[in-house]
């Protein structure tokens, strides 16, 4: 199977082409550069002369502005990226009726500590971020062959971006660190996620759910978990609030997994599990 997908060169991108990859289909990457086929979400619309190229079985929209700051300053670009793209594939899929698989976020729920949100939970758009991404998933979520995801991941990328490159980072160095006790989440690694995501894929699976770690935990205790995984000693390291980060973003955003684990027949990795893979991950790159 032909599988396009939009940010196929950036974290999450980079598994998923690798988890097409060993399952046998074939992947082709969309990015600004270094990919299959070169598109800016950002300018002119060039992803439909994309897919009338590419002519793709299915379609993975892992593609997305996550920096909060540079979407409040420019909600139109935070549309274009976020949003217009997935209009798009809607449209794609129900002209062919082909798969459109689009990975959503987590950036929904405030104000609930650690709670587990489902997929029923009434949503909160606390910036231009969340408003562009929930967009997206109306969208999305019109037309009968689109699976919508909501997750929250952390793997490695070769440029060295990405969370648990910098706590991982910063834990083995000591350096000066600020661990929110009061930002709540359910993070999974990109390897476990993508082969869950596949699995979901291969069982014909529609509509929204969300794919995470079956855990809640805070951004601190995540942290301290990564460091016992690796055996760090946490030094210079102090407990902060993510209310003074602007601008404001959700801080409830603990995932309820249970209709995906009943879908895929397992159980998804807790936090432990997810710590220890990433540590593993990032010594194989040291």
């Known amino acids: 199977m032909r599988i ?29 550069s270094g990919a299959d086929y070169t598109l800016d979400l950002g300018g002119e619309d060039a992803l439909v002369p994309i897919l009338k190229k590419a002519k793709p079985d299915m379609v993975i929209n892992a593609a997305a502005l996550v920096d909060l700051a540079a979407c409040e300053a420019d909600p139109v670009l935070a549309d274009h990226i976020n949003a217009r793209p997935a209009r798009i594939l809607a449209d794609w899929s129900h002209e062919t009726t082909k798969l459109f698989v689009h990975i959503s ?5 405030d104000g609930d500590g ?46 060295g971006r990405g969370f648990a490159n910098w706590a991982l980072k910063a ?23 993508s ?13 929204l759910i969300n794919l995470a770690s079956r855990d809640v935990s ?13 055996g760090i000693k946490v030094m210079g390291a102090k407990t902060g609030s993510v209310r003074a980060l602007v601008p404001r973003r959700a801080r409830s955003l603990g995932l309820d997994v249970r209709r995906a684990e009943q879908m895929l027949g397992y159980d998804l990795p807790g936090q432990a599990a997810v710590c ?11």
């Open 4 to 32: 396009l997908i939009l940010g196929g060169t950036g974290l999450l991108g980079r598994a998923l082409c690798a988890e097409a990859k060993r399952r046998g289909h074939v992947p082709l990457s969309v990015a600004r």
């Open 105 to 109: 976020t987590d950036h929904f729920f």
């Open 114 to 159: 650690n709670a587990k949100h489902n997929e029923q939970a009434a949503v909160v758009l606390c910036n231009a971020y969340a408003r562009s991404k929930y967009a997206a998933e109306q969208h999305a979520l019109a037309v009968p062959k689109a699976l919508v995801v909501r997750t929250s991941i952390a793997g490695f990328h070769p440029d």
């Open 171 to 193: 834990l083995k160095n000591h350096e000066p660190m600020t661990l929110f006790d009061d930002f709540y989440g359910s993070i999974i690694d990109t390897t476990m996620f």
């Open 195 to 207: 082969a869950a995501l596949f699995d979901l894929i291969e069982r014909n699976q529609t509509g």
């Open 218 to 230: 805070s951004k601190k205790d995540f942290i301290l978990g990564l460091a016992a995984a690796a």
């Open 276 to 286: 220890k893979t990433l540590v593993s991950q990032w010594r194989a790159l040291a």
